[in-house]
Each structure stands twice: as C-alpha cells, then as structure tokens.
C-alpha cells in the first residue's frame, strides 16, 4: 500500500477518531507509516456522529461577517433563536468573541473566503474517490444542494454571499416556486425563491462513513487504541509522549486532529490555538429519508434538512456555551418542531435527539499542518465543514509530514 519510502519505525499518534482524524490515519497509512489511531471513546462519537452529511464546497462565505455581527447581539441572547450564548458563559468566551468581531471585517471575510474556496477545491471529487475505495459507494448522492429562501427580499439580503460565491467561480441558478416543487415535491411551494447548487453532495450516513473508513484503515494493518490523552511530551531525544489512563507511550510524530477539544489538548505542548465549541443540535427521525431527495437549507430557520439512511435529519443553529454544560433539550425540540411542520408526514415517527461540539476558528480557517514544534502536527478547528474538508485536509497533512520526514 506504501508508496513513499520512510525511515523505519515511524511511528504515528493521530489523536481523534472523528472524519478528520480517521481520514488522516488513513491517508498517512497509506503513504507507508506507523500509525496508531487514539480515541478515548468509539471512532466517529463526537462531532463527525450527527453532521449533516452535506459536502458544501460553496460554502466559502466565513461565519464572520459584517452582517453577521450586525444582527448577532439580537439573537445571541434569545435562546430559540438559532444562535445562542448564556450570558453565564459570555466572560469565557469573551477572547474568542472579540476575534471572531476582528475576523468581519470585510478585508479578513474576503481574505479568509479565498482560504475556503482553496481549502474545499475537489472535495466533492475526493470524497467520491474515498466512499468508493474503502466500498461504500451508496453513501455518497450527488444531486446538489439547494438554499430555499422566504422572499426574493430576503434572497437579496443575502446578495453578497452570492456575489463573493460568484467571484470565486461556484455555479448556481436561482429557483422558483414551481422549480423546487418539482425538485423537491413533497417540500411543495412553501418557498417562492432558492438557489440550486449543483456541485455539492450528501454523505447518507456520517458515522457509518467514519466507521468504514477506520475499518478501511484497520483491515490495511492501522491499529485504533482507546486512551483519554491528558498530556502531550516532547522528549528530549526526539519524537513525543502521550500520558493517558495508560500511562506514558512514545511516538516519533503525533497528529492533533481532537475537535473541540484540540485546544486543551495542544495547550499541554505550549501552542494555543483559539477553538471554541459551536454546539450544534440534530433531530434524526426514523423514516422519512425519503422526504427529500438532497441536502436543503432553510435560510429563513438556519437549519439543513439531511436525507439520511437512517430517516430524515434536521439539524443547525449555534450555541456558544463550552464543553461542559449538558445539551439544552429545548433547543432541538424547536427542531423537531420545525420538522414536523413542513411535512405532516412524520406524524407519529419516532426520533432521537443529539447535540455536538463544532471545532470553530474565529475566522472559519482551519489550522492544518505543523505547529512549529518539530514532530508535532495539528489538522483542528474545522467548525462548520469538517465532514467537507476531511478528506483535503487529511492530503495537506501528509504532504507536511512527509516534507518534515524528508528534512531531517
Ligand atoms: C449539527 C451539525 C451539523 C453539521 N453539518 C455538517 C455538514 O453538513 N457538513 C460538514 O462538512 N460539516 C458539518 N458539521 C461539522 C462537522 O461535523 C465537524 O466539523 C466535524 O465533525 C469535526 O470533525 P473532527 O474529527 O475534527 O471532530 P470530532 O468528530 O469531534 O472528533 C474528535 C475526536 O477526538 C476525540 N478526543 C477528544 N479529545 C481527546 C483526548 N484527549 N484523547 C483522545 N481522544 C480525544 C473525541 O472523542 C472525538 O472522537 C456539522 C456539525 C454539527 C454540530
């Protein structure tokens, strides 16, 4: 499987089994290392479980903007509306809040968009290669992506986003009542106006996508250890330490790739990266996947709705509120809410109800590649698109190692 010649024994801590830590294990397997995926708990059970399954590689527009920070105040301190901060956790996230303010200004949002628009580049194309190599095709559906907004005005509200996706060459057509009822019917007219992004796909099944790529990775002869890694150590010969329940065990190169929880993580090896947790709700129902036939965002609500294997999925909204507190139960009954409203359908369907922690940038930029210290690497801080970028960012990774392995 290797195609890369590496010094003996270089042996690989990917910290994180969720999509960007699998996907990296595997990849640097590949390329012929040593590599040991860590988790301390299933692969696949944090963030990466309950995303929407949306490849978005038109979602280049960073979450700060101008408009974003004009209207933020009014929401942040309603707790139905999509974004949410309790003022108890206000101080705390406070340094975190006053870069994301700094990253709207328009010449960081249009510096960070070319990031994104580099960062999601094939993605789609990538993620169709992988699903296919590690034999589950069926999970990926290429039917696009479609934005349904209230009004034409509100449409127009949203016209730089459209201009700046215009800008950097993403295709899209604008819909009209009788476009989306015939893509979508069972959507029905509800919406007068939304735009049709043909470029973007579904992933039907995010944690069984997770599941097969580490089993991928494993039947290539990766090995997966369950470990709560509480230290990061730079030996003094060379390489690291992880100090874990199992005590200490040494690596000659390690892989931050722990979501939300990078930070901390990192933060025990002396780099600080500002991550802050986005929680983010989905109700998953079980049936009714077939309801629509591909990824769809309400603008109006800020929400997707998933056409998930498992049933329909809806699922959004941003609570600034750290990783301790317990997910607030009333915030994705008002998804369920909206869910049941659109299609009477779901009458009487069972579901289940799950929050995850979104490892967010203030400006919407993943950090991927080395920290700095020599051996020690970092692919974090993927917010909102981390199912998208898995893959890319998994290449960059092994792209940064291989160049360190070839320098020393
Ligand atoms: C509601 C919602 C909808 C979303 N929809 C989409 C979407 O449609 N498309 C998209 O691209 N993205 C979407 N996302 C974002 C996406 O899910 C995340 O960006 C992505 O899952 C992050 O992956 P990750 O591997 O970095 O983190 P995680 O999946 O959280 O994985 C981190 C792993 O690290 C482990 N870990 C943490 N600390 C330690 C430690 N100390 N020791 C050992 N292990 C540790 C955790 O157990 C976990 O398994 C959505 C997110 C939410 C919440």
Not at 12 to 31: E, S
Not at 126 to 134: N, V
Not at 178 to 193: H, L
Not at 381 to 394: I, N, R
Request: proline fraction near 7%; charged fraction near 20%.
């Amino acid at each position: 499987m290797s195609d890369s010649v590496l010094p003996p024994m270089t042996r690989v801590g990917v910290i994180g089994a969720g999509v960007v830590g699998a996907c990296t294990a595997y990849a640097l397997h590949k390329r012929g290392f040593d590599v040991v995926l860590i988790d301390k708990g299933e692969p696949g059970e944090g963030c990466s479980f309950g995303n929407l399954g949306a490849i978005s590689m038109s979602s280049i527009v960073p979450l700060a903007t101008p408009g974003v920070i004009k209207s933020a105040p009014s929401m942040l301190s309603d707790p139905n509306s999509p974004l949410f901060l309790p003022l108890r956790y206000l101080p705390k996230a406070a340094p975190w809040l006053a870069r994301f303010v700094m990253s709207a200004r328009p010449s960081v949002v249009a510096r960070n968009s070319a990031e994104l628009v580099k960062l999601h580049a094939g993605a789609v194309q990538a993620h169709a290669d992988l699903t296919k190599e590690i034999g589950v095709p069926e999970l990926l559906v290429h039917r696009g992506q479609i934005h349904l907004y209230p009004s034409k005005a509100a449409l127009e509200g949203d016209s730089a986003a459209w201009k700046l996706r215009h800008q950097h060459g993403l295709k899209f057509r604008e819909l009209d009542a009788a476009d989306i009822a015939e893509m979508e019917p069972r959507m029905g007219f509800r919406y007068p106006v939304g735009i049709f992004l043909n470029d973007d796909a579904t992933i039907l099944n995010p944690l069984r996508y997770v599941q097969a790529i580490v089993a991928a990775f494993v039947s290539a002869g990766g090995q997966v250890w369950k470990r709560e890694v509480h230290r990061l150590e730079r030996k003094e010969s060379a390489g690291w330490c992880i100090h874990s329940e199992r005590g200490p065990e040494d690596f000659s190169q390690l892989v931050v790739a722990a979501g939300a929880w990078s930070k901390q993580l990192l933060h025990t090896a002396g780099i600080h990266v500002p991550i802050e947790s986005q929680r983010g709700y989905h109700v998953q129902f079980i049936g009714g996947g077939s309801l629509i036939s591909r990824s769809i965002l309400l603008t109006d609500k800020k929400v997707f709705l998933a056409p998930m294997e498992t049933g329909l999925r809806i699922g959004g909204t941003v609570e600034i509120a750290g990783l301790q507190s317990p997910p607030n139960a009333k915030r994705s009954l008002i998804l369920e809410g909206m869910a049941r409203d659109l299609f009477p359908e779901l009458e009487g369907m069972a579901t289940t109800h799950w929050m995850g922690h979104r490892p967010c940038m203030p400006d919407s930029v993943p950090k991927i590649g080395s920290t700095g210290l020599p051996g020690l690497h970092m692919t974090v801080g993927h917010g909102h698109l981390g199912l998208t970028d898995s893959v890319l960012s998994a290449n960059k990774i092994v792209e940064s190692m291989l160049k360190e392995v070839r320098a020393t």
